[in-house]
């Protein structure tokens, strides 16, 4: 892809990423609200905080078998929405089973997205270092943490622990819209594709290989005529002219 594509894609995945950080993170600010509106023990905020990881155990494989059999973009956006919907669904229960299920779901749309989107940053740079994208992609969930350890406990204390809840999924669900949308303009057909290297070698030139390599190894030494060149010796010319000759390629057919 383009290089103004591949970046502008990074800034969309770096919203993903970051929304990622900010869902995993919106319980601990909001702990103490929580355990005193469900009369629940540590223990369970505890199982609570957890299950939101505990997928990634479990769907590792899966998701990647996922992503590379719906693409990146599909299973990208999808996982965004589960794991805003999954947090949503949060602040709406009323009892802890049904928290807990909720907050698994958003574990397990994370952790979709998290594999597509990593996918998606290798494709947009493939073929450049991925050095610097990476390490910019990384800081993504750490901003997130930041931004949302430092707004949940004012935006609690005004509201209550479920408008953190709610916005957060919203704002997830929200983001998955704009990402399916976003990429689909970004990585369409002529749009990002960079142009086909003239140099590299095509289907006739690597038929030509072959057949250079066929002449190399082989035992068989025809008997050289006078004032003819023998055909290994026309092979061998190939390569450095980088344009096989046709006498090359019918030796490399039969």
């Not at 929304?19 to 601990?28: A, D, E, S, T």
């Not at 999808?78 to 949503?88: E, F, S, V, Y």
């Not at 066929?214 to 010796?233: L, V």
Request: hydrophobic fraction near 50%; include cysteine.
């Amino acid at each position: 892809y383009r290089a103004g594509v591949a970046w502008s894609g990074l800034m969309i995945l770096y919203g993903g990423f970051l929304g990622f950080g900010c869902v995993f993170h919106f319980l601990p600010p909001v702990l103490p609200l929580v355990i005193a509106d469900l009369r629940i023990t540590h223990g369970q905020a505890g199982l609570l905080m957890s299950l939101f990881a505990l997928p990634g155990l479990v769907l590792s494989l899966p998701a990647g078998w996922l992503v590379d059999r719906f693409g990146e973009r599909m299973m990208g956006s999808l996982g965004l929405a589960l794991m805003g919907a999954g947090t949503a669904a949060l602040a709406r229960a009323e009892v802890f089973p049904g928290i807990l299920a909720a907050r698994a779901l958003s574990g397990v749309g994370a952790m979709v997205a998290v594999v597509a989107l990593q996918r998606m940053v290798v494709r947009l740079f493939e073929g450049r270092p991925l050095g610097l994208p990476m390490g910019l992609i990384g800081s993504a969930i750490p901003v997130g943490i930041i931004i949302i350890l430092n707004t949940a406990g004012p935006l609690a204390a005004l509201h209550g622990w479920r408008a953190v809840a709610w916005r957060t999924g919203l704002a997830s669900l929200v983001f998955s819209g704009v990402f399916l949308i976003a990429s689909w303009i970004l990585l369409r057909g002529s749009l990002g594709k960079v142009p086909v290297d003239q140099n590299v070698p095509g289907p006739d030139a690597r038929r030509g290989y072959r057949a250079i390599l066929k002449g190399a190894f082989s035992t068989h030494h025809p008997r050289r005529h006078k004032g003819t060149t023998p055909r290994s010796d026309t092979c061998s010319e190939a390569i450095f002219r980088m344009d096989p000759s046709p006498r090359c390629l019918e030796s490399s057919d039969r």
